[in-house]
Structure formats: C-alpha cells, structure tokens
C-alpha cells in the first residue's frame, strides 16, 4: 500500500516468499553483480535465479543432455532465454540485422523465437554472453527490461497493416504507455551497461518498493481486429476513432485465460468493461488500474495474485470507483465497438497510404536456417533492403510494412527463394 493511494490491502495471510525476495533484492539488484563474474557455475544462484526475470531472463538447461551430464557428476548445462522489449511489436531492419547477426554468433541453437507478446526471444544465451547481449540490445536502442516477472509486460498493440495513420497513433501510445509503467530502479542500468550508481534514494511511485503482486500485462487494440486477444490481458484500451482520428479510448479490465489444471481457485475471466475515456487520460488510467492492483492484489497466493482475481474479490464496480478516484475521471458509457478478426492476413495487403504490407506466415514464431528453408537468412535478406519496418504480430508470425509498390517483386521474390 502507499501514501499516495491508500487502500484495503484485503487479503490477510503469511506473504509469498517472492515478496521477500523483491524487498530484499536492494531494487532488483540483489547480487547479480557479483553472480556474473563467478566462473564456478554456469547458472544464477539464490535469489538471483528469480531476480534475473525482471531483468527480462529465464534460466533454463539443455534438457537432451541433463542425464548425460548428472552421470559426469557435472552440473546441468545452463543457459539464459531473454525476452526483448518491443511495445507495439515494431521493430527497424537495422536493429533486426544486429539481433540476427547476435542469434548466429552468440547464442547456442542461432535462432530467434517470436513470441505472442508481439517481441522476441534469444535462447541458448551463456552466462558470459549474458551481459554482452544486453549491451548490444541498447546499443540498437532495444532492451530487455520488465519483460519478465511482477511487472508491467511488453505492451502489445493491434498490427493493423491497413490503417497506417490509426495504427501510428495507437502505436506511440502503446510506446508511452510501457515507457510510463517501466520499473524505475537504475538496476538494469547500472549492472549490464556499466552506469554509475545515482545517489540518490531509489523509488517506485507506480510499481511499489514490492512490485506488482503477479505479472500484469497491457494492449492497445484497434477494432475489428482482436488479434492481441484483449480477454487474455490485465489492461486493454480499445481505440475510438472519428474520423479517421483518435479521439479516446474504452476501457476493460481484468482479462485473463490461464487456470492450473486441477485448481479451482484458478479460471479463466473475460475482461470486464469499465467505460470510454478521452485521449489524455490514458496514463492516468492505466497508472490507476496499476497501482490499485499493487495495493488490492493478493500477496499471499500467487495463483490467485492477478488481476482477474483481485476484480472478482472486491468487485468490478469497486474496482471501477478506485480507478475513477486515482485517475481524476469519470468513465463515460462505452462507445460501441465490434470485433471481426482475430488472426493474422497471411500475404500482400495495400494500406490507405498506398504503401504495401507483406505478412509472412512464422511456424510456432522459430526463425532458424533449415536445410530446405533458410528462413532467418531470408528475413535478414529482407531488411538489408528494406525501408519500411517490421512488425511482429501476436500470431508470431511477421509483417514486413510499408513497402512501395517499386519495392514489392524484389521483397516477395525473397520471400520465394528463402522458403
């Protein structure tokens, strides 16, 4: 609970031990620091092993060869998979290049894994690249930060090839928004590009000196098009449009699809509708409905921690009130909106600006050179000529946008050749 925005912390218990770890971990630096220059282990330890996920990592081993290295008395091959951040899913062939060039180079299996969080994954990362591939990633203006854990996610928005105008606006708001709800720590700073500690006293004022109780994640949706699956997601603003123009946003809270087979505390929840809004607002509501579950959300049970759980506990209309209250608004009726998709339009499709869109199909989202389809070449041969950008879609499959018409035979003929 905080000073701001004072509330009922309503769920009394013995806290979760990932609650300690966060206010012990010193801002999510804990001692990775330290953990990185020790060469006895290829892995993370203690507290580490969890702390890294804020950071954007999972620690994970080769599971083909676990029994071979347990009989040689060794321990398990560790290695990082590392989650970019990528709001909107929008990504330049210059900074693709680079993470290409990386993939092949640096990491054990040379692929890279889209994702359904609309960014991309790197696996078979070493401890000793560990710090290099977050130093590249900044490099290109990327990073890895929040993509992982108790925190804001990376934050999807509709691909939507067609409306280009629309979707560039909904897109810098989907940018503002992860940008607004970023932990504030200088942690990932100091430990993987080498800055200087700031002394000053570190803050939270959005995510809390503990976080959130449970991840949480965000889309900006442009109807028809459902394809970022609103109803699987914390916070959802569907766009509203006049004219052509963005004029605000309705609000639904409190979505989310996973449920632990065999526990009936756990469900899945449509989200449920909270009002419309206009434009300006929409920091302040999404800082609301962020920091109203940091302070209602239950910190005892983390199957029972997200936001769903938190809407049904205290009520949707409570909830609602809260929100109103934090973000100094009052939700208007919902503006009608209706969805009619949800998947991905494989091939060309020409958007208002006359500028030609290319979505190509992306098995499970796995990039790599197979011996008849050298599919990770081909996207790296794409953006060596390429003007526009690419966007990588909630599907995992990836959209190579705005390409003229003088462009299209070179990029499909490609596409052909690289299966």
């Not at 993470?99 to 078979?124: P, V």
């Not at 591939?133 to 854990?149: C, Y």
């Not at 999404?286 to 029972?304: C, L, S, Y």
């Not at 759980?309 to 973000?327: M, N, P, Q």
């Amino acid at each position: 609970m905080s000073e701001k925005h004072p509330g009922p912390l309503v769920v009394e218990g013995k806290l979760a031990d990932a609650e300690r770890l966060k206010k012990q971990s010193n801002y999510l630096r804990g001692t990775i620091r330290e953990d990185l220059e020790e060469g006895l282990t290829g892995g993370f330890t203690g507290d580490n092993f969890l702390l890294i996920r804020f950071h954007g990592m999972y620690q994970q081993d080769d599971r083909d060869i676990r029994a071979e290295r347990a009989e040689q008395k060794l321990e398990p091959r560790h290695a990082m998979m590392l989650r970019c951040r990528l709001p909107g899913g929008i990504i330049t062939p210059t900074q693709w290049l680079a993470i290409d060039k990386f993939a092949s180079e640096k990491t054990l299996y040379g692929s890279i894994r889209l994702t359904n969080r609309q960014t991309f994954q790197f696996h078979g990362i070493l401890k000793k690249n560990v710090k290099p591939t977050h130093q590249m990633l900044h490099e290109v203006g990327l990073d890895a930060l929040a993509t992982a854990n108790d925190v804001n996610r990376n934050v999807l928005c509709t691909s939507n090839p067609v409306e280009s105008e629309l979707h560039q606006e909904a897109y810098e708001w989907a940018k503002k928004l992860s940008e607004h709800l970023l932990p504030r720590t200088r942690a990932y700073a100091e430990i993987w590009w080498d800055q200087e500690k700031v002394a000053t006293t570190d803050e939270e004022p959005i995510l809390g000196e503990t976080y959130l109780p449970r991840k949480f994640k965000t889309t900006v949706v442009i109807p028809p098009h459902n394809d970022v699956d609103l109803h699987a997601n914390d916070l959802n603003f569907i766009a509203v449009a006049e004219k052509g123009k963005l004029v605000g946003f309705n609000l639904l809270v409190g979505g989310g699809l996973s449920i632990e087979h065999g526990n009936k505390a756990t469900y899945a929840r449509t989200a449920s509708e909270f009002g419309y809004f206009p434009l300006e607002k929409i920091l302040d509501v999404a800082e609301a409905v962020v920091t109203t579950q940091r302070d209602w959300g239950n910190r005892t049970d983390r199957k029972n921690a997200k936001t769903k759980y938190t809407l049904e506990r205290v009520g949707v209309d409570t909830f609602k009130a809260e929100v109103e209250k934090r973000a100094g608004v009052t939700f208007e009726p919902i503006r009608p909106y209706e969805f009619t998709t949800r998947g991905d339009r494989i091939g060309w499709i020409k958007g208002i600006d006359n500028k030609w869109h290319l979505t190509l199909f992306i098995e499970n989202g796995r990039l790599l050179d197979y011996p008849d389809r050298p599919l990770k070449s081909g996207v790296a041969e794409i953006a060596k000529i390429h003007q526009g950008d690419f966007r990588l879609t909630a599907n995992q499959n990836l959209i190579v946008a705005g390409v003229p018409e003088s462009e299209k035979a070179k990029i499909e003929a490609i596409a052909r050749a690289h299966g």
